[in-house]
């Protein structure tokens, strides 16, 4: 097997692991912030009620806060798998262009693992060292609102210019583009607590990206390795 394919499998088994792990976290993370104080009087999604249910030894077997906190911190790791799929997509992306993507995907690249970087730090601040709301509101906005806005951004720069030259899967490219507003339509449906909404959108984007990235190396660079 070519190394840069295999390079990319791994790096896509690790995003999708992350990803499952995702979903997972950001259902259990909003259905704990909904039995804190803060979050007992707003809305809910329409699963939330059956999944109280079915995950209840998961949602009481401490103090709803600590709880929900617990889950906050998973997420950190969440992250982190992310980042190492963004690594594998844009390094096989420098392979099927032959180390010089479109400049479109270079800030693209750039731009979204700016954001997963602003995320570690809003997740440390929020999750691990919060030590006062004025540092809470500074890792809630900077960190997660900022850095969230720039993985939008980021993976649209990504996505697109290798969904007009065939060198990424459709529904990786798609799933990418499309996650922003999938995590609005969450939101609108009851959805509200943030990270949970954007972590469930962006978290099924990357089970679709991290599983063609499994599947086939992305194809691509197997084509192009097969041809050298």
């Given amino acids: 097997m070519p190394v840069r394919v295999k390079a990319t499998r791994q790096a896509g088994m690790i995003a999708l692991i992350g990803a499952i792990i995702g979903i997972v976290v950001s259902l259990l993370l909003n259905a704990a912030y909904s039995l804190t104080p803060d979050g007992v009087d707003l809305p809910i999604p329409p699963w939330q009620p059956a999944l109280e249910q ?22 950190l790791l969440v992250v982190a798998a992310f980042m190492v799929g963004l690594y594998g997509l844009y390094a096989n992306q420098r392979a099927v ?25 809003g ?3 929020d999750y691990w060292v919060s030590v006062g709301t004025t540092v809470d509101l500074i890792a809630f906005v900077g960190g997660t609102v900022v850095g969230l806005l720039l993985q939008a951004v980021g993976l649209v720069l990504l996505a697109v210019p290798g969904l007009r030259s065939a060198s990424m899967p459709r529904p990786a490219a798609g799933a990418l583009i499309l996650w922003l507003p999938f995590s609005v339509a969450l939101l609108l449906v009851g959805m509200e607590n943030l990270p949970s909404a954007p972590l469930l959108a962006l ?21 192009q390795e097969q041809t050298i």
Avoid: C
């Fill in 97 to 121: 262009f032959d180390q010089k993507p479109p400049r479109p995907q270079i800030w693209g690249y750039r731009v979204a693992m700016t954001g997963l970087v602003l995320n570690l730090f």
């Fill in 203 to 223: 978290s099924l984007a990357w089970v679709i990206t991290g599983a063609s990235m499994v599947r086939s190396g992305l194809e691509h660079v197997a084509l």
């Fill in 54 to 75: 079915i995950a209840s030894p998961a949602l009481i077997f401490a103090p709803a806060v600590e709880v929900y906190h617990l889950y906050g911190k998973v997420v």
């Fill in 123 to 125: 997740n440390l601040g």
